[in-house]
T-cell receptor
């Protein structure tokens, strides 16, 4: 099994619908992140969490919300999806004990299309 | 100025060639530096960390120049399988990483 698992892998949804993307990890890391990737814009941080009680906005949090249900689970919600939220979404984890020295581990991504 | 800047490429090189990418960063307080590799429609994967003294991993060599605020990645003896996008990554405020938009490498036979 993958260390960081994202579900679903692909999703097509209609404008205005609520959708949740889920992420779970078996690495035992305390820090989790949600990014979106768009062509030419690279990876942009949506939200991040350093533990279950700590949630922080990233650079593009508008239109999104998150929930850290447990150390191993971090979900991203689009309350009312719009077409410009069509993107590739990645969850990532890191271990604070090593600071940022060891980088992030990414899930395989969720390709979301809003029509 | 962007926080992390990379030439988007593409760099088209023949097999066996040596190719180098540079990346500049704006935060002089950054402490951690990485190169990630990303294949088309796949997740980024850590290629190597970049240390102050420079480091080498097989055909890959990474260098850091703090004075000029850039890091580099050198790939020797390029393989077809090296074709990918290479992301320059820098830590920010010690809390999180900032990703460059990537440099695309295409190795041809």
């Amino acid at each position: 099994d993958a260390d960081v698992t994202q579900t679903p892998r692909n999703r097509i949804t209609k404008t205005g619908k609520r959708i949740m993307l889920e992420c779970s990890q078996t690495k035992g890391h305390d820090r989790m992140y949600w990014y979106r990737q768009d062509p030419g814009l690279g990876l942009r941080l949506i939200y991040y969490s350093f533990d279950v009680k700590d949630i922080n906005k990233g650079e593009i949090s508008d239109g999104y919300s998150v929930s850290r249900q447990a150390q191993a689970k971090f979900s991203l919600s689009l309350e009312s999806a719009i077409p410009n939220q069509t993107a590739l979404y990645f969850c990532a984890t890191s271990d604070s004990s090593g600071g940022q020295a060891y980088g992030y581990t990414f899930g395989s991504g969720t390709r979301l299309t809003v029509v | 100025r962007k926080e992390v800047e990379q030439d988007p490429g593409p760099f088209n090189v023949p097999e066996g060639a040596t190719v180098a990418f540079n990346c500049t960063y704006s935060n002089s307080a950054s402490q951690s530096f990485f190169w990630y590799r990303q294949d088309c429609r796949k997740e980024p994967k850590l290629l190597m960390s970049v240390y102050s003294s420079g480091n080498e991993d097989g055909r890959f060599t990474a260098q850091l120049n703090r004075a000029s605020q850039y890091i580099s990645l050198l790939i020797r003896d390029s393989k077809l399988s090296d074709s990918a996008t290479y992301l320059c990554v820098v830590n920010w405020n010690t809390d999180k990483l900032i990703f460059g938009t990537g440099t695309r490498l295409q190795v041809f036979p």
